[in-house]
């Protein structure tokens, strides 16, 4: 069984055909622009989070650790976590994105199949995420809560049983994405 990445679980939100087109065809889409910028992004934040005080998550004395894999053979599930924070007797996930919006209901997917993924790994609680959005620092606290991560299992099951029964999901219905699509050349019906 092809383990269902926690970066597909965000796309799933965002536009489910990403997914399917990634998993049934392993077809590698081609990044666009803004995916190299986040990159990018990502790596310099990287560079200066480790300066940084843990103020800004409450979560002072916690160790941190950067871009840490989990993979969970039961689940299905598996993902690189930017940044994970290990405090006492509990943990933390947090995200960066090259956004300038509010975190989406596709951040909170992810976000909380990160969270699924360290409790599982650490054996303690994770009631805690963040998003930091990298063009102005500001930090974002989402709670991975029961029924974000219901969301979570109830997607997990909608992805395999589309790849499974190789069923088309529906394109996302906010247009302006698809402009910006690593698949676009995919969408016939869209195009």
Known sequence: MTAIL????KQWAYCPRIVYYRLTMGAPGKPTYKMEEGRRAQEAVESLEVRRTMRQYGFDGARRRFGVW??????GLAGRIDLLLE???EAAVVEFKLTAGEPGE??????TAYA???ELRLGCPVRRGFV???PDGRVFELEPGEAERAGVLDA????????EGE???GATVVRGRCLECEYQNFCGDIW
């Open 6 to 9: 926690a970066t597909d679980l």
């Open 70 to 75: 989990i993979a969970d053979d039961d689940l």
């Open 87 to 89: 405090g006492e007797g």
């Open 106 to 111: 596709n951040h909170r997917a992810q976000l």
């Open 116 to 118: 699924l993924l360290a």
């Open 132 to 134: 930091v959005r990298i």
């Open 156 to 163: 997990i099951g909608a992805i395999r049983k589309a790849v």
């Open 167 to 169: 069923e088309l999901p």
